[in-house]
C-alpha cells in the first residue's frame, strides 16, 4: 500500500524559506513522478512541480519557478520542496502525489501540510 507523508510545513514571514518533506512508502518508484500541488482556501488545487524518480528531472508552475526547489533522494524514498521568498500569495495546504508511469496520472495522495506566509 502507497503511503506518502508531508512534514515541514509551518507560519513564515514573507521573504522567508521553508523546507517542506515527502516520505514515500509502499513500493519502488522509479520511473515515477512525484508532485507537489498546493490549495488556498476558497481557491482550486493547483500544480507547484514535479521530478520524476529515476532522472530527476524538475518542472515548475510560472509561479515559483527561481523561488522553489525539488528535488529527492531515493535512498531515502523522500522528495522535496524548498521554497524560498515565500509571498503571502504561496499561503495554502501543499500537498505530494505519486502518478505511475502507467498512467501518469496522480493516483496516490498525501494528508496535507499547512503553509502561512505573513506579510
Known amino acids: 500500500q502507497v503511503q506518502l507523508v508531508e512534514s515541514g510545513g509551518g507560519l513564515v514571514q514573507a521573504g522567508g524559506s521553508l523546507r517542506l518533506s515527502c516520505a514515500a512508502s509502499g513500493r519502488t518508484f522509479s520511473s515515477y513522478f512525484m508532485g507537489w500541488f498546493r490549495q488556498a482556501p476558497g481557491k482550486e488545487r493547483e500544480f507547484v512541480a514535479r521530478?520524476?524518480?529515476?532522472?530527476?528531472?524538475?518542472y515548475y508552475a510560472d509561479s515559483v519557478k527561481g523561488r522553489f526547489t525539488i528535488s529527492r533522494d531515493n535512498a531515502k524514498n523522500t522528495v522535496y520542496l524548498q521554497m524560498n521568498s515565500l509571498k503571502p500569495e504561496d499561503t495554502a495546504v501543499y500537498y505530494c502525489?505519486?502518478?505511475?508511469?502507467?498512467?501518469?496520472?496522480?493516483?496516490?495522495w498525501g494528508q496535507g501540510t499547512q503553509v502561512t506566509v505573513s506579510s
Open positions: 502525489a505519486l502518478a505511475p508511469p502507467s498512467t501518469l496520472k496522480y493516483d496516490y
Open positions: 521530478i520524476t524518480w529515476n532522472s530527476g528531472f524538475p
